[in-house]
């Protein structure tokens, strides 16, 4: 091989290793700004949930200040103050169900597309309930927003074909009118047990007319045009049925919470704590109170730029403000959000935000409650949910870890803002500490609603929270129990207890 060969080779040999070594330093470059922008991603990251974990903090001493906000704003609704949030609704209900209520009785649970009618054979203290049956019926589209009169119509033809179906194990004494409890779960203002104006129609109902008319008087036509003979006894709240329905089953029942779409309590109120009655005092001594308590609204409550958005965003701005922060038609929108927020700021989910996260509602409640219990040592079922409902096919473990911790910090501080109302409750009623007398006296909850019920890790929370309030002593006379469909029983139970047959059984 000639010298020139030779210099040649070296050249090329050397131009190779040149590039090799240059090509390496582009790859380490390459390598390094990866790593800078994982590093800026993980950093972006952390910030945004530590930002929501500060804004989301419920601990012990806001909630006390929570719970005695909840109480001052109690005794100003009881004052009928201007502009009090919370309305504290005369339910007109002053005899709750004992138990030695007898007879045949009819519910009609009106709150939404669907409506039940129910009727019970009660047997006194000792037999209760002797039997139950109920039909669910769906409502036709077009009656929704058509006339009163059509939609009175079909409820009362088909609370009369119910009727029709009464067996043999149901008895109506000779010479006595059927009775109905009315659950109406729209807003009304009530005017005695068995009468109240409707305020006005939510739910996707538009009715021409029956704003500002007895919703009684107009069931009560359309049962007469059915040539049905039966008599309104209560017209109720969905809460204060629940409350009947808890205290039949259980005499220490001084309360009722729902907690599941939307949100409300009810509880059994002192008359003479009513400076806004007027009337004459209930013989009881007692008025049970539909608070109305979604509408609960406090400087206290720790308000994030997710629920100042969410709350701009929605169809009633600066209403409800309680209840979408606890109730379970908001939270996974919550979660949605600060999951969209870490997304666009953090690639959480890659480059792309995905599309289906963008959009209002997409994450349910019940998407996230499936997601948070989630036990799996990959959080393969969290991922599922991911895919399935915000179309993200491949999501990396810190991401689905990330999404679970979210998910924990939305249902931890709703579970812990509803055990502040319902000690606010308690407090109101000086059920909050053990009884002088150390008497054993138990105080009841029933809790109502499929957030409480499905969602474990709320229930949970909720309950944790409510002893570490009252403390131990307080709280190990205090019970928190699930009184399942109690509206629905409790309408039949409070027509019972409010019978005009009463006084004479």
Not at 137 to 159: K, N, R, Y
Not at 478 to 501: C, E, F, M, T
Request: with cysteine; aromatic share 6%.
């Amino acid at each position: 091989m000639g010298k020139g060969a030779v210099v040649g080779t070296a050249v090329v040999v050397c131009a190779a290793a040149a590039a090799a070594v240059g090509a390496g330093v582009v790859v380490s470059r390459r390598r390094r700004l990866r790593r800078e922008a994982e590093d800026e991603r993980k950093r972006k990251t952390a910030a945004v949930i530590e930002e929501v974990e500060q804004r989301f903090a419920t601990p012990t001493a806001l909630l006390r200040d929570i719970a005695d906000a909840m109480v001052e704003e109690m005794e100003r609704g009881l004052r009928a103050e201007p502009h009090a949030p919370l309305k504290m609704l005369i339910s007109y209900v002053d005899n709750l169900p004992t138990g030695d209520e007898h007879g045949l009785f009819y519910a009609l649970d009106l709150g939404g597309t669907n409506f039940r009618v129910i009727r019970v054979q009660l047997g006194g203290r000792e037999k209760r309930v002797v039997k139950q049956q109920y039909e669910e019926v769906s409502i036709p589209p077009h009656l929704m927003v058509g006339t009163s009169t059509e939609l009175f119509d079909f409820i009362a033809a088909e609370l009369e074909k119910f009727v029709r179906t009464e067996g043999e194990d149901f008895h109506l004494p000779d010479g006595k009118q059927r009775e109905l409890g009315f659950t109406f779960s729209f807003p009304v203002h009530q005017t005695s047990i068995s009468s109240g104006t409707l305020i006005k129609w939510t739910k996707g109902f538009s009715i021409n007319g029956t704003v500002g008319d007895d919703v009684v008087s107009e069931l009560s036509r359309a049962m007469e045009r059915q040539g049905l003979d039966m008599k309104v006894a209560a017209l109720v709240n969905d809460t204060v049925g629940t409350l009947a329905g808890g205290r039949y089953v259980d005499n220490d029942v001084v309360a009722a919470v729902i907690l599941g779409t939307g949100t409300n309590a009810a509880y059994v109120e002192h008359a003479t704590a009513i400076p806004k009655w007027s009337g004459q005092l209930p013989r009881s001594g007692n008025m049970v109170i539909n608070m109305e308590w979604g509408n609960f609204r406090s400087d206290k409550l720790p308000c994030s730029e997710y629920d100042k958005a969410l709350d701009f965003e929605s169809l009633n701005p600066g209403e409800q403000i309680y209840e979408k922060m606890i109730s379970g038609m908001y939270l996974g929108e919550i979660v949605r959000r600060i999951l969209l927020k870490l997304a666009h700021d953090a690639s959480l989910f890659g480059d792309v935000v995905p599309p289906k996260l963008e959009q209002l509602f997409t994450l349910r409640t019940p998407d996230v409650s499936a997601m948070h219990h989630d036990t799996s040592h990959d959080l393969k079922h969290l991922g599922a949910k991911l895919k399935d409902i915000l179309g993200i096919p491949d999501t990396s473990l810190e991401a689905r870890y990330i999404t679970l911790h979210v998910c924990d910090l939305v249902a931890e501080r709703g579970a812990r803002l509803a055990a502040a109302g319902i000690y606010g409750i308690l407090k109101k009623l000086g059920k909050d500490k053990l009884p002088s007398d150390f008497s054993q006296q138990r105080t009841v909850v029933a809790m109502d609603g499929g957030l409480y019920e499905h969602y474990k890790k709320f229930g949970a929370c909720l309950e944790a929270t409510l002893i570490d309030l009252l403390g131990e002593e307080a709280a190990s006379s205090v019970v928190v129990k699930l009184a399942n469909d109690g509206s629905g029983i409790g309408a039949a139970l409070l027509a019972a207890s409010h019978s005009q047959y009463a006084e004479a059984a």
